[in-house]
């Protein structure tokens, strides 16, 4: 069984508001937490290579996207009292200049914590998550969380030529033989 390497587990379980969004959206998602690292200029805003050091990082929250239809989107976390924030200004600015760089079919959004919705199935596993009272605890809680949705064993998008990561930066699906 082989661990997926794009779920960053500390970066998840650690944070009880991106673990319920991971619950909110884990049955139609395949996702990146955190989301890829993107270096930019402070002063344009511009993304770059990181050879020159007076380019800063910024990562948003989750790359996700949707197993059915596709659509990418890459989530930026926000509780709401921040709504007037520049940072969110500025991080949408960053993230928009970096999809067009790179061409993505990315969408960004910026979603504020206290609307993410839980369906009862989510509502208990994000409160049996909650019950958890360590890290350890939580660290295994995900892990067997990820077992239990079949997403610890090698994807079906896993392939000699095509990866999950692929699908989840460009939406290449493998072809079916």
Known sequence: MQLLNHIHLPH??????????????ADEYELICP?????????????????DSLHLEYRADFL????TNGQPILIELFPSFMADDARL???RRIAENYIAWKEYDWQYLCLFQE?????????FSFESYRSM?????????LVNYLLLTERLKPAHFLSPK????????????????
């Open 115 to 123: 609307y993410v919705q839980l369906n009862e199935e989510q509502l």
């Open 89 to 91: 200004w500025l991080h």
């Open 64 to 67: 996700i996207r949707h197993l």
């Open 12 to 25: 998840l379980y650690q944070f009880e508001h991106r673990m319920k969004f991971f619950c909110s959206v």
């Open 133 to 141: 009272t360590t890290d350890k605890d939580r660290r295994e809680w």
């Open 162 to 177: 095509y990866s999950l990561l692929d699908f989840l930066i460009h939406g290449v699906l493998p072809e079916h033989s």
């Open 35 to 51: 989301a890829p690292l993107i270096h930019y200029d402070p002063v344009t805003y511009l993304p770059g290579f990181p050879i």
